[in-house]
């Protein structure tokens, strides 16, 4: 027998989303019942692998301790803000790193989404007699909240480094990490959407991964991309992960950045907008699937 993704109490019915059977009890607690269980379900699958979260952090160390030292005398960067002083490569791109950790994770969390599609856990869930919005954006959180621990851990690493934002900083950033890890995860759950098969994953995401974390301000600002193509530079400025970074590196010096914060929330509105809509089994892009 199929286990139940959700863990819900056996007597709680499933039904079709349209109008199955309702679990006992009152709304709220069958939505927090949920969300409770999605959260610890996956939570449990990250902590399960712990090759995972190694794999997250490998990727970001090897731009902190190899490429920053290669590139450190390749880049001269200037006072700008959120900074006060001069500043070493490490400390400029340690925000686009943290980006790089919920982009990664916001596709690793996509393939998941795609692979349990196909093995049908992913339509079961989907069938539990809650709003489907809802099971996504639980699914969503899960994701996002792994990102988070992913982007402390590395944190801490690059503290012990002699990376060191105000005290403060760490914690201000946090909002930052979660609105980057929702607007990614969001991302990854649109494109769950659209790929019909697992062998077409990986094409998809270095099409999706590439463009967004080399076209930013991740590894070097945008003033130093004008110099050699204005037109470069525009195009990176319209990159939501390029909003996201600066927000992330502008919360670490308790700096507002009113338009980032603003971009970053609205292209996080538009990416589960259309996640919602693909997910839709009578309008989206998955309707042909059933």
């Keep these: ?23 006992p009890g009152p709304a709220a607690g069958r939505y927090l019942t949920a969300l409770g269980a999605i959260l610890h379900r996956e939570l449990a699958r990250f902590l399960g692998q712990k090759s995972r979260l190694v794999a997250a952090l490998v990727r970001p160390l090897v731009w902190l301790l190899v490429f920053a030292a290669g590139f450190r005398a390749a880049l001269g960067l200037s006072i700008t803000p959120p900074y006060q002083t001069y500043i070493t490569y490490e400390t400029y791109i340690l925000p686009g790193l943290l980006g ?21 856990s992913m339509r079961l869930l989907l069938t539990a007699p809650l709003p489907r919005g809802w099971l996504l954006f639980a699914k969503l959180l899960a994701g996002t909240l792994i990102s988070l621990l992913q982007c402390l851990v590395f944190l801490g690493i690059g503290y012990a480094w002699g990376i060191r934002p105000p005290l403060a900083g760490l914690v201000a950033v946090i909002p930052a990490l979660l609105l980057t890890g929702l607007m990614l995860g969001a991302l990854g759950l649109l494109l769950s959407s659209l ?11 270095n099409f999706v991964i590439f463009p967004m974390f080399f076209l930013s301000s991740a590894l070097y600002p945008l003033w130093k991309m004008a110099e050699a193509s204005p037109a ?17 590196r502008f919360s670490l010096y308790l700096t507002p950045n009113w ?8 292209a996080t509105a538009i990416f589960a907008a259309a996640a919602l809509y693909g997910y839709d089994s009578a309008r989206g892009f998955t309707r042909a699937k059933g």
């Design 1 to 23: 027998m199929t286990p139940d993704p959700l863990h819900l109490s056996p007597n709680i019915p499933h039904g079709g989303p349209g109008g199955g059977a309702r679990p």
């Design 232 to 248: 470069l530079a525009r195009a990176c400025a319209l990159n939501p992960f390029t909003q996201a970074v600066e927000l992330i």
């Design 100 to 120: 790089m950790i919920c982009l990664f994770n916001g596709m690793q969390s996509s393939l998941a989404l795609v692979y349990d599609r196909e093995v049908g």
């Design 195 to 205: 790929i019909r098969q697992l062998e077409n994953f990986a094409g998809v995401m």
């Design 259 to 266: 338009p980032a914060l603003g971009w970053t929330c609205l």
